[in-house]
């Protein structure tokens, strides 16, 4: 069985791009949660999508965004990039009515 | 609210020595609770759950037990290996009302065997 697939590994973009983030869930996981991993400061939740609709939003603001389509893949936009938005970002998945998450390899996005 | 407590790291050890990194959380009700692995340059892997009071979560060789009186879910090994050098994360799922929530993370400690 295949596990989450995230995409691209590596992202590079200059302050005030817009960057694209890929996630792929484990096959009948409806769950795709997205997480951020900056250097030193552990994992921060950002987005919880969930049979195609928002869920839950962690403390960030709106240019982080996103959105999950009908094979439950789903797609984080960062618009307007900051130095700050330089973390790795992952992405979970679960199957309904369980609780654990499995999380992809991430992106790790840097931003110059 | 809900949150996670581990002990600051980084842990470092001798190959074989005796780990316990201490978790401690605050949550209402029953919460689902859970040890994640980080090799470097990797995502999380989930290494053990517990989901009730006195559950015991094992995997690997690790262990954690739920317990509910002292609020705690410590990992525990009794020979660790190089290999096992990595940042562990201690982590709950609060009492779900449909499906899961977020996971709450504790801060991660890192962990470096030598030989």
């Known amino acids: 069985e295949a596990g989450v697939t995230q995409s691209p590994t590596h992202l590079i973009k200059t302050r005030g791009q817009q960057a694209t983030l890929r996630c792929s869930p484990i096959s009948g996981h409806t769950s795709v949660y997205w997480y951020q991993q900056a250097l030193g400061l552990g994992l921060q939740f950002l987005l919880w999508?969930?049979?195609?609709?928002?869920?839950n939003r962690g403390n960030f603001p709106p240019r982080f965004s996103g959105r999950q389509f009908p094979n439950y893949s789903s797609e984080l936009n960062v618009n307007a990039l900051e130095l700050e938005d330089s973390a790795l970002y992952l992405c979970?998945?679960?199957?309904?009515?369980?609780?654990?998450?499995?999380f992809g390899p991430g992106t790790r996005l840097t931003v110059t | 609210g809900n949150s996670v407590t581990q002990m600051e790291g980084p842990v470092t050890l001798s190959e074989e020595a005796f780990l316990t990194i201490n978790c401690t959380y605050t949550a209402t009700g029953y919460p689902s609770l859970f040890w994640y692995v980080q090799y470097p340059g990797e995502g999380l892997q989930l290494l053990l759950k517990a989901t009730k009071a006195d559950d015991k979560g094992s995997n690997k060789g690790f262990e954690a037990t739920y317990r509910k009186e002292t609020t705690s879910f410590h990992l525990e090994k009794g020979s660790v290996q190089v290999s096992d050098s990595a940042v562990y994360f201690c982590?709950?799922?609060?009492?779900?009302?449909?499906?899961?929530?977020?996971?709450?993370f504790g801060t991660g400690t890192r962990l470096q065997v030598f030989p």
């Open positions: 982590a709950l799922s609060p009492v779900p009302s449909y499906n899961t929530d977020k996971l709450i």
């Open positions: 979970a998945s679960t199957l309904t009515g369980t609780y654990e998450q499995y």
């Open positions: 999508y969930d049979e195609g609709e928002e869920r």
